[in-house]
Nanobody, 123 residues
Framework: QVHVVESGGGLMHSGGSLRLSCTPS????????IGWFRQAPVNGREFVAA????????YYSVSAKGRFTVSSDNAKNAAYMQMHSLKPEDTAVYYC????????????????WGQGTQVTVSS
């Protein structure tokens, strides 16, 4: 069983930057990719970005591309999502998840989820 913990959420002004961290409970990166998702109060869950288990490939949603960057540090067993140029519409609970890359990018059958961290962007 893989447990995933996110951290780094908070309140930011529009245009600001924030970095989220994701730490699985065990050496996950030899097996699973890491994905980031978000859910706003009135929206369904939305895929944001993902990085492969070896960190060689990434995939972004249209809304994230050019503003968000995902990375991983296998030595620290951690993944990160650096968010720049934040907008009020980025306000959501952000979730980290671990599973196969193909499952994450289509948000189907994703098995291991964190508890979420709130990101609020004020205008």
């Amino acid at each position: 069983q893989v447990h995933v913990v996110e951290s780094g959420g908070g309140l930011m002004h529009s245009g600001g930057s924030l970095r989220l961290s994701c730490t699985p409970s065990e050496r996950t990166f030899s097996v699973y990719a890491i994905g980031w998702f978000r859910q706003a109060p009135v929206n369904g869950r939305e895929f944001v970005a993902a990085i492969t288990d070896n960190g060689d490939d990434t995939y972004y949603s249209v809304s994230a591309k050019g503003r968000f960057t995902v990375s991983s540090d296998n030595a620290k067993n951690a993944a990160y999502m650096q968010m720049h140029s934040l907008k009020p519409e980025d306000t959501a609970v952000y979730y980290c998840a671990a599973d196969f890359f193909s499952s994450l990018i289509v948000d189907t059958g994703v098995r291991y989820w964190g508890q979420g961290t709130q990101v609020t962007v004020s205008s």
